[in-house]
Each structure stands twice: as C-alpha cells, then as structure tokens.
C-alpha cells in the first residue's frame, strides 16, 4: 500500500455516479485520510465547500442547502423536472464574487448519458456532451471553458 499527501487537495471534492442512480463523494478529510461520503438520496449536490473538512458544510451551507431543498422538491414531486428547472437552481447557488466564484457547473443526466456544461453565470446557454464520447478519448482533450458557448 503507497500513501499519498493529500494536503494540497483540502478543497476538492471527487462526485462519483453509475446510471443506476448510485453516487459517491470521494475528498480528502481533514486528517490527511480519504473520505468517501454518500447521502443516501437519488441526488448529489457538490459546491466549493469540502463536505469532510468544512464546519460550515451541509447542511449549513446555504448554497448546499438550497440545491438540495429545491432538488427534494422535484423528488417529492411538487416541482416539475425540466430542462429550465435546473439552471434556475444552479443561478440561484452560484457564487458571483470573490475568490470562490463560479467558473462552471454542470449537470449530468445519467439517463441519456449526457452532460450539461454552463460556463461562468450563462445559465441559459450551455454546451451538451455525451458521456460516451467523452470516455472513449484515447488521450487528454482540453476545453476552454469560455469558448465553448458560441
């Protein structure tokens, strides 16, 4: 067994999914130790917060807290799924200022195998890749995040 330092990465957050619904959370903890987190629900929120090193991670996050309480919503079905309902959400938790701010997010739907990629605060314009594609690269292929909308 090899052990990494995995200082440098306090940050980051690793969210890991299948098409059958099962998702993952892998980040390094605030020990040096590798935390894998799931939450039990048939959705998976990640912002910049550090679920496992954070003190003021989910619940208590208010970004945490409103993509999950508007994302239950449509769960429990008393707000339609649509392809507006999503960026709305994502608007409404991005970070617009400081040194945290929202470059991009994305959302994936494992049904159709697609990714949704929104660029800085362009919610209404995105760029959809298909997961298949994207897997079946033989090597690296960059992106650059602001030229990918037209």
Do not use: K
């Not at 590798?34 to 679920?51: K, L």
């Not at 994502?90 to 697609?114: I, K, P």
Request: glycine content about 8%; overall charge negative.
């Amino acid at each position: 067994m090899q052990q990494c330092n995995l200082s440098d990465l306090s940050g980051a957050q690793f969210p890991f999914t299948d098409r059958r619904g099962g998702m993952l959370v892998v980040s390094p903890g605030s020990d040096g130790e590798v935390v894998f987190q799931r939450s039990g629900r048939s959705y998976e929120v990640v912002a910049n917060t550090n679920e496992a090193t954070s003190a003021h991670a989910m619940p208590y996050d208010r970004r945490h807290q409103t993509a999950n309480d508007e994302l239950q919503r449509i769960v429990d079905g008393a707000t339609p799924c649509s392809a507006e309902q999503l960026p709305s959400i994502l608007s409404r938790v991005a970070q617009r200022h400081g040194s945290s701010e929202t470059s991009y997010s994305y959302v994936f739907d494992l049904t159709n195998g697609l990714l949704y990629l929104y660029a800085w605060h362009e919610f209404s314009r995105f760029t959809c890749f298909r997961i298949s594609e994207l897997l079946d690269v033989d090597a690296q292929v960059f992106y650059e995040i602001g030229g990918l909308h037209p």
